[in-house]
């Protein structure tokens, strides 16, 4: 109860939905519950939610989603560029991982391959403004002179997942190393 009305504990709300979301969404949902700035519940939560839901509907969504949380995703679609390259079999993948460049800036990759030193960057709307764009670029700037490759992707990428991982494989291939 809560305020005086019956609710739904956000386990069961997210076991709810796995009978109406795709598989990605229902990480995504996920991802919010558990963010480690402000979670509603835990991974490990979710997990007795899903090993008590037994054979009713979404139970094979629920146990593909739960194996793919991150309570360090930021928005919807960057949860759902993390399920693609993981899908991908594309390992070595951090979700926000703090980098600091030679001159002392630290910036967040939504997701780093720091073996090959190559961020994927997720770049909504929020990001066309000329203040945000702007910052985005001196942002790029300074990773890439510290030798980071920044893979931009958009709302389009995702729309031709297959092309998107293609590029993400060219760019790890034709990286050394800890470059």
Same mark, same amino acid.
């Given at each position: 109860? #809560?305020?005086?009305?019956?609710?739904?504990?956000? &386990?069961?709300?997210?076991? =709810?939905?796995?009978?109406?979301?795709?598989?990605?969404?229902?990480? /995504?949902?996920?991802?919010?519950?558990?963010?480690?700035? *402000?979670? *509603?519940?835990?991974?490990?939560?979710?997990? /007795?939610?899903?090993?008590? !839901?037994?054979?009713?509907?979404?139970?094979?969504? *629920?146990? !593909?989603?739960? &194996?793919? $949380?991150? =309570?360090?995703?930021?928005?919807?679609?960057?949860?759902?560029?993390?399920? $693609?390259?993981?899908?991908?079999?594309?390992?070595?993948?951090?979700?926000?991982? !703090?980098?600091?460049?030679?001159?002392?800036?630290? +910036? #967040?990759?939504?997701?780093?391959?720091?073996?090959?030193?190559?961020?994927?960057?997720?770049?909504?709307?929020?990001?066309?403004?000329?203040?945000?764009?702007?910052?985005?670029?001196?942002?790029?700037?300074?990773?890439?002179?510290?030798?980071? +490759?920044?893979?931009?992707?958009?709302? #389009?990428? *995702?729309?031709?997942?297959?092309?998107?991982?293609?590029?993400?494989?060219?760019? $790890?291939?034709? #990286?050394?190393?800890?470059?």
């Amino acid at each position: 109860m #809560r305020n005086g009305i019956r609710m739904t504990t956000p &386990e069961r709300t997210w076991c =709810d939905l796995a009978s109406v979301l795709s598989g990605p969404d229902l990480v /995504a949902a996920g991802d919010y519950l558990i963010h480690h700035e *402000l979670p *509603l519940t835990s991974q490990d939560a979710l997990r /007795a939610a899903v090993d008590g !839901w037994g054979g009713r509907a979404g139970a094979g969504r *629920l146990r !593909w989603a739960i &194996e793919r $949380l991150d =309570d360090h995703s930021e928005s919807r679609r960057e949860s759902i560029l993390r399920v $693609l390259v993981l899908g991908a079999r594309i390992s070595g993948v951090t979700a926000n991982e !703090w980098i600091v460049t030679s001159g002392g800036y630290r +910036y #967040r990759g939504d997701l780093v391959i720091r073996g090959k030193k190559v961020i994927i960057e997720y770049q909504s709307r929020f990001h066309d403004g000329t203040k945000e764009f702007a910052a985005d670029m001196t942002r790029i700037s300074r990773l890439e002179a510290d030798h980071w +490759y920044v893979l931009q992707v958009n709302n #389009r990428d *995702l729309a031709d997942s297959g092309e998107l991982v293609q590029r993400i494989r060219k760019v $790890l291939a034709d #990286r050394s190393p800890s470059c």
